[in-house]
């Protein structure tokens, strides 16, 4: 989702020259008091997709107000749905292959090794045994040493063949891979883990979200209509972003700085709004003749702009002629 922050184009403009005119005649005065004229103005934000779609859903209409995260559009996103699918099914198949390589071998032929490793054992122990039997009986003379060394024979295959059943059992508790084949498919699911990753952020992104509490200014497409990359599909006006601007005269100018306090009247405003000067323009906007006289620079007006509180910001609309009056010292 992208946004975009843009200013009051038209309406705003207009009046700035009319206010501009205005201070050239009278220095921005009126009758009301010695006040300034000015105007608000809102710095609206504009929601996009950074990706095109077909609008799908459009959960908001122009005047309604919306908390922070609410949603205001999707548009369609099939193809990234399955894009975050098939990487979610290639992690798993990876991971069933790791697990199968991981482990030893299946539980039936563990049990076939440790019956094979019992009887060895078994075997071992009678040979040894009848080993013990012939050496006495060949010591008294009783047996050839024919008979011995057959006793020997048996003797030593039994103990190779137990130490043949004891390596099969720790062969078949390793696992089936070797480390490279391990290592090959860790590699493959973190591939895929960042994969889906991706694919869920462009998943999100065809979804549009409120970045704060406003009121939804505008909105520009119908649901079934195509949006182009990037193109607002609503655009939304929080109250920190109406801001007051009026035109102080060269005579007055001097004495503004950012954070000094105003009073802002509007026809119709049941009581004035207190407000707080954000900025002040280093340059005059209109601007005579190079060589200044003392008459002529009564005529230069410097844009100045004041922010209100969140709380009475909702009171005013973009393009509003407004009366502000300077705090006293």
């Not at 060949?138 to 011995?148: P, T, Y």
């Not at 970045?211 to 920190?240: C, M, Q």
């Amino acid at each position: 989702m992208t946004i975009r922050e843009r200013r009051w184009p038209d309406c705003a403009r207009v009046l700035a020259l009319l206010c501009g005119a205005g201070a050239l005649a009278a220095g921005c005065s009126n009758d009301r008091g010695g006040s300034l004229q000015g105007y608000a103005e809102g710095e609206f934000v504009y929601v996009a997709s950074p990706y095109a779609g077909i609008l799908e859903t459009l959960d908001v209409a122009r005047g309604q107000q919306v908390a922070a995260g609410a949603r205001l559009f999707v548009l369609e996103h099939g193809a990234e749905q399955a894009a975050v699918d098939a990487a979610a099914a290639r992690i798993r198949s990876a991971q069933a292959q790791l697990a199968n390589l991981g482990e030893g071998r299946r539980a039936a032929e563990l049990d076939v090794i440790r019956a094979q490793s019992d009887s060895a054992a078994a075997a071992l122990a009678l040979s040894r045994t009848q080993l013990d039997q012939a050496q006495k009986l060949f010591k008294d003379g009783f047996v050839s040493r024919a008979r011995l060394d057959e006793a020997k024979a048996a003797y030593n295959r039994d103990v190779a063949r137990v130490a043949e059943t004891r390596a099969a059992m720790a062969v078949g508790l390793q696992a089936l891979g070797r480390k490279p084949e391990l290592d090959a498919l860790r590699a493959t699911i973190e591939a895929a883990e960042a994969e889906r990753a991706q694919a869920k952020v462009r998943l999100d992104q065809k979804t549009g979200l409120a970045p704060a509490a406003a009121l939804v200014y505008d909105t520009y497409f119908r649901v079934g209509e195509s949006v182009p990359a990037g193109s607002p599909v609503a655009s939304l006006l929080p109250p920190a972003n109406i801001k007051i601007r009026f035109y102080a005269p060269e005579t007055l100018v001097g004495a503004l700085a950012p954070g000094q306090k105003v009073t802002v009247g509007c026809d119709g405003c049941p009581a004035p709004i207190a407000a707080e000067i954000s900025y002040v323009s280093p340059q005059a906007e209109y601007t005579p003749p190079v060589i200044y006289s003392r008459e002529s620079r009564a005529k230069l007006v410097f844009l100045v702009e004041a922010r209100p509180a969140a709380a009475d910001a909702p009171r005013l609309r973009p393009g509003q002629p407004v009366d502000v009056t300077l705090a006293r010292p």
